[in-house]
C-alpha cells in the first residue's frame, strides 16, 4: 500500500514541478535512422555511429517544486567526438511531438556543421579543463556552427527558429533571477536568437548556480576518459557506456554511462579468516533445493546498472570462468579443419594514418577432412524439408526457360503474321519488311553468389529456447543452397573467423564447381562457432574468389550477426573502416556485396559500411533461413 501511494504522489508532484512534457516526448530509437541519414547527407563523419547520451547533473536553478519531486537535476546533451555523436535519449522539452523532433533533427545538422568547423581547430592546442573556459569555448564554437549550418543549409532557418522560439519559452524568466544571473540569461538568449552576437558570458559570482544549459547547442566532450579494457565491451570514447540490455528487451531504451577506470581494492581478512559460518551444517542443507552458485549471473544486473550514474570498471585478475580460456583456444591439429596452403597474405585500411598496409594479414584457407566423420553426408533434415519443397517451387520460376523470338532476318520458322504484313505492305506500293522469321532461344541466368557466413564466437548466444545464432546460420545456408539449386545459378559457400591479424580462418564448405548434396550438407551441418570477426580481410578473399567467375552479375552475400571485431586494435572504428574500404574494392571489381544481419544495432553502422541499400537488419533471427533466399531473389531480379 506504503508504495502504490509513494509512486502516485511522485507522478503527482513531478507532474506539478513542469519542465518536461511526457507526452509529447520522441526517443532516439524512433529518429536514429533519420538522424544518421541527415547527419551523413549534410557531410558529416559517415564513420560516426549514433548513440544515446550520458544524463549529467547540470547544477542550473530549480523550483522549489522540482527539488521536492527530485526531477530536473539531471539532463541529457548532445555531443560528439571522433568516434560517436551521441544525441539524448529522450527529449520531452516542448509540448508538441512534432517541435521534439525537430530539435534531433536540429542537432543533427549542428553537428555536421561542427564536424566541418573541426579541421581548423585540429592544430590548436588543448584547452584548460576549467569551467569557465568549457563555458566560453561552448558559447563560441556553437554560434560558429549555427551560423555556419544557417548559411550553407538556408532551409534549416524556418526550423532552427522554431526550435528556438520553444526553447526560449521554457527557460527562466531574467527578471525572477538576480542580477549577474539575469545578465547571463540574457546573453544565453541573445546567443541563440543572433548567433555570432556574444563573444563571452558576464561574469557571476563563484557560488552562483550554474546557467540552464541550451539544447539546441552540442555540449563540449568529456575532458576525461576512461582507459578501454581489451576483449570486453568498450566504453565510448568520451568515457560513456551502453548500460547493459536484458535478452530479448529489443523495444527498451538503452542508457548511456559515465565510465571510469579504478584499482581494484585490496582484500582485507580480519581475524574471521579461520572461520566459515557456512561450514555448519543445518536442515537447509538436506533439502532439495537449488542454491545459487558465484558463477549465476544476476538478473537484477542490468536494472541495477541503468540506476547507477557512473560504472566503474576494472581489472582483478581472476577469469570469470575456466571454460571462455578453454573455447578461445586454437584446437589441436586432429581435431581441426585441413589447412589448405601456407597462408594468403593480404592488405588492411588504417584509416588513423590514411594508409593501406600491404600483407598485413594472413589467412588460411581450410577444408574438411574427406575422411572427418564430423563432415560426413547428411540428409536435409526433416524439420526443413517443407520450406526447402516451397522455396525449391518458387525459385524453380527463376529459371529461365525456351521462349520464340520474333522479327528475325533467319531462324527456325516462318512467322506467319510477318509474312503476311510483308506481302500486304508489297501489294500497297510500300516496302516490305524482311524480318520474317522466328527463332526459339533458352536464355541463361549468368550469375555467380558467394554466401559468406560469419562464424565468429558470437554465434553461440541463443536466439531461443531451442537455437542458437550458429543453428539458425546451418538452416540458412541449407535452405539458401536448396533455393539456388532450383535456379541453376552458379553459388558457393563459406565461413570465417579469426583470432588476430595472423590467423583469419576461412572454411571453404561448397564451392562454385560442386554439386550441392548429403556431402555439402554435412560440412554445412558440421560448422561450430570460432573466434573473432574480421571481416574486411574474409570480403578481400571472397572477392578474390569471385573473381575467378566469368559471370555477367556477382554477389557476396554476407550473414552476420555483429560488428567486426578482434584482439588485436580490430575493433570499433578501426574494424568498420576496414571493412568498408573492403566493400568499396569488391564493389571498384563487379562484386555487389549484401549484408544480412540480426543485429538489432545494424542500423547504427551498417549504412557506412554497405550504403542504404545494401543490407537488411532481422530482427527476429529464427526468420533467417527463410528470408535469406528472398534476399537473393531480390538482388537477381
Known sequence: MEEAVGKIWHRLVTRAAGGSFPEAGVTLKQVERTVGVMFRALGGDGGLRVAAATEDEHGARRSWLARLAGSGEKLARARMDHSTLRLPPRIEAFPDAALNRELYLWLAALAAAHAELAGSDASAPPSSPSSTDNQTRELQRNQQATLHALARWPGLDARYRRVVAGTLAQRPDPAKLPAAEAARERALRKAIELPGSVIELPPVPDKAPAAQPLLPWLACPHTQTAEPIRGESQAGENGESAAPSEPGAEETEQRAHKTERVDAPPEKNGLLIFFRAESLLSVAEFLKVKRSEDDDPDPNAAAAAANLDKLSLTRDGERTASKIR?????????????????????????????????????????????????????????????????????????????????????????????????????????QPSDLLWLTLEKRERDMACLALADLSLSTDTWVSSEARVIDVIRDSLLLFGEALTATGDRFALCGFSSVKRSN?????????????????????????????????????????????????????????????????????????????????????????????????????????????????????PEELPARLPMFYAQLTR
Not at 594508409?355 to 526443413?384: I, K, N, Q, T, Y
Not at 568499396?584 to 547504427?604: K, M, N, Q, Y
Open 326 to 430: 578453454f573455447d578461445l583456444d586454437l584446437p589441436s591439429a586432429a581435431e581441426d579443419d585441413v589447412v589448405l596452403g601456407e597462408g594468403i597474405p593480404l592488405p588492411e585500411w588504417d584509416y588513423r594514418k590514411n594508409l593501406l598496409r600491404e600483407d598485413h594479414v594472413r589467412l588460411l584457407e581450410l577444408a574438411a577432412a574427406p575422411d572427418d566423420p564430423r563432415a560426413a553426408p547428411v540428409p536435409l533434415p526433416d524439420r526443413l524439408r517443407r520450406t526447402a519443397r516451397r522455396l525449391h517451387q518458387q525459385f524453380a520460376l527463376l529459371q529461365p526457360g525456351r521462349r520464340w523470338i520474333k522479327a528475325q532476318v533467319d531462324g527456325s520458322e516462318l512467322d506467319v503474321d510477318a509474312a503476311v504484313r510483308s506481302t500486304t505492305d508489297r501489294a500497297c506500293g510500300q
Open 504 to 620: 583469419v580462418r576461412f572454411h571453404h564448405l561448397k564451392g562454385f564447381d560442386e554439386r550441392f548434396d548429403d556431402r555439402v550438407r554435412g560440412r554445412v551441418m558440421a560448422i561450430k562457432p570460432g573466434y573473432y570477426t574480421r571481416l574486411g580481410a574474409a570480403i578481400r578473399h571472397a572477392t578474390t574468389l569471385l573473381d575467378t567467375q566469368r559471370a555477367a552479375r556477382r554477389i557476396l552475400l554476407i550473414l552476420s550477426d555483429g560488428k567486426p571485431n578482434d584482439l588485436d586494435l580490430y575493433d570499433g572504428r578501426y574494424g568498420i573502416e576496414d571493412t568498408r574500404m573492403a566493400v568499396l574494392e569488391a564493389r571498384r571489381r563487379g562484386v555487389v556485396p549484401f549484408c544480412v544481419t540480426i543485429d538489432r544495432e545494424g542500423a547504427s553502422y551498417l549504412p557506412h559500411l554497405f550504403g542504404p541499400a545494401g543490407f537488411a537488419v532481422i530482427r527476429k
